[in-house]
């Protein structure tokens, strides 16, 4: 007990993952996800404060790596252009494990507090996106109208990529979607 | 008892927002909100099914308003523009009473369930707004794009608005707003 366990965190995610999917996230405990994983229940709190946590706890890297894209896209870059930026990174980060992904949109999409608590995640990510802007100099009307617009065409772009079970680049997806959006402008 | 009371349902719901914001949502009981409007809790039960209700029943109508103009919106007319429609009937109904609705926000922005609540209903919109899209139509992976632009270029109006004390017509900044993030693209 106690001792180094090889890629604990990782085979406790998945089969936690796996658990929500299969039973659905209320009817899985603790102990349940360390049995799945050949692990214990102490191991699992050494990496997840509580089960919900094994679902969020990706967006605090998600969102560091999103504000660094923004804050440190080059100088004279428009603010679509950084925020674009932005939610590449993020989508880098996503495409990495399509199958957990998948997953975990699955759990979501079943469970109508875990949507109340991903919507919450989404809005304050477009707040700081906004405030990334804000710190590259745009007025704070622009820069919240362009940081929702992209979580907007994020969403969409994330959405696709998911129905089409993860497959191929999440990059690819969100810059064409956001070259579609600006496309529909550019005809209306 | 039971006799008609005129306006009950605007002199509950102005009572119960008053409340929330004096004392909080969660410390304010129905024979509050009944005492304060010089009604009774059987009254308040005859127009709304519980505390929560005062702050969400107006989205039915609003949904309701919003899916029939961009339904009916002229034939020929742009996704953009029959969205754009659509949040400006939006725009109307809530700029008919900006007291109440500042009031509402205040209660909302202060209580993170009832953000979540709220955020869930945006999103309801959003869905809805795609489907009325693809009823005129628009393929259902452009109809989600611009439904979710047109409600992030809503959210963000009617921030604006509420930040200017909610004075001036709603409608008007929704439509400078969608006009602003064309012109972002357009520059861009």
Known sequence: MGRW?????????????????????????????????????????????????????????LREAVVRAVAEAPAGLSAVGAVTLGLEAAAEMIQERPEDVRLRQTVIDAHLELQERELVKLATLAGEIAAALRGRGFDACRARLIAETGMAVFRVAFARWIANSAQGLLTQVVKESMAELAAIFAED
């Open 5 to 61: 366990e090889p890629n604990a965190r990782g085979r406790l995610g998945r089969a936690a993952l796996e658990l929500y999917v299969e039973r659905g996230f209320d009817q899985t405990t603790v102990a349940d996800i360390a049995e799945r994983a050949g692990l214990t229940k102490r191991t699992f709190f050494r990496h997840y404060v509580d089960k919900r946590d094994v679902l969020f706890a990706g967006a605090v890297p």
